[in-house]
């Protein structure tokens, strides 16, 4: 939503309100010399584009401003188009208790990684979020689960600080409220979302060039590796009360030298299974954990199920990681959709 809070209708049913403290927000940044950006862990196109976004808005404001997330720390290669990539550092070069840091796209501390110690100490630490899973941290929280994306606050607080969208900025927003809408497919692509985006393309967006590099291109090599993934894919009816599940797993050995940011686009070929409401794609990470990324088609709430797990997100797309075997994570996973509808 980018209009105010309380015109702002839930994104679903039995989300929790928005905390929303615009005032408080803009005048610590605008007190602030130097500011630190940091966006969740293994970031996706709303975390990363919401966060180079809001930084060269804050150099624009005349701030000092740095970027980082926490380890493994790597733009993925879809991503490397984003406009702002001089902003980003490592996250050792974080100082380690900064004037003013600002959270984006984190539903939690821990979702910071290795940055979160520096969020603890920071003089102020400003939160802007749209999880429903969110845990509250913060001082000051800009978290609204009506959002259809992070993106979609940032724009709200660059306008309060009197930014004019230009191109390199609106590019990293638009990726960020394409992404997290599923190019503007999901039940969160409301007509504010579509609003934005005209204000996005209005401000010298190419959509064609943002789509190609976020969903249709590819090395050969990915190619295989989802055949291989859907050809091992398993269908199970009778799970989640008749409603089934399908899965698939692919760990270091099935991805063939592929790196494993890869892997994001596997669960949208498997989601798409009509005899299942709900897809898993387990896919192990470098470190040998496992990452589940989990999908429904909305009769199941997957933010609760797999903050059950330790993990969080949305309704109808969450996640969570298992350090023991697949099979286990499955069986818990099993367990906790409900068995009635
Ligand atoms: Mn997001």
């Not at 596997?266 to 387990?282: G, K, N, P, S, W």
């Amino acid at each position: 939503m980018n209009g105010p809070a309380d015109t702002a209708a839930p994104a679903e049913p039995g989300a929790p309100p928005a905390d929303l403290e615009w005032d408080r927000a803009v005048e610590l940044i605008r007190g602030a010399r130097e500011i630190c950006l940091a966006c969740h862990v293994a970031p996706d196109g709303d975390a990363l584009g919401s966060m180079l976004a809001l930084g060269q808005a804050l150099r624009a404001c005349g701030k000092r401003c740095v970027a980082s997330f926490g380890e493994p720390f790597g733009v993925p290669a879809i991503l490397r188009f984003l406009p702002g990539q001089e902003l980003l550092v490592e996250p050792s070069r974080v100082p380690r208790a900064p004037e003013l840091m600002i959270s984006l796209d984190a539903a939690g501390r821990a979702r910071l990684g290795s940055l979160a110690g520096a969020a603890d100490r920071a003089g102020a630490l400003i939160v802007i979020d749209h999880h429903a899973s969110n845990t509250g941290f913060g001082g000051v929280r800009l978290v609204d689960p009506a959002a259809a994306a992070t993106a979609v606050l940032v724009e709200e607080l660059i306008r309060r600080l009197g930014v004019p969208l230009d191109r390199d900025i609106a590019q990293g927003l638009y990726a960020g409220l394409a992404s997290d809408t599923g190019s503007f497919k999901y039940p969160c692509t409301t007509p504010e979302v579509h609003d934005l985006a005209g204000r996005l393309l209005t401000a010298g967006v190419r959509p064609e060039t943002v789509s190609r590099e976020l969903w249709d291109r590819a090395p050969f090599g990915y190619l295989q590796v989802l055949a291989s993934a859907l050809a091992r894919a398993r269908l199970e009816r009778d799970a989640a009360g008749g409603r089934g599940l399908v899965w698939t797993a692919i760990a270091r050995a099935d991805r063939r030298g592929l790196p494993y940011e890869q892997l994001e686009g596997i669960i949208d070929q498997l989601r798409r299974t009509d005899e299942a409401e709900v897809a898993v794609v387990c896919k192990e990470t470098d470190d040998g954990h496992w990452y589940f990324s989990v999908r429904s088609k909305g009769r199941i709430d997957l933010s609760r199920v797999c903050a059950a797990l330790d993990g969080g997100g949305h309704r109808e797309m969450a996640g969570f990681v298992w350090a023991g075997p697949v099979d286990e994570a499955l069986d818990r996973l099993r367990a906790l959709l409900p068995a009635e509808h």
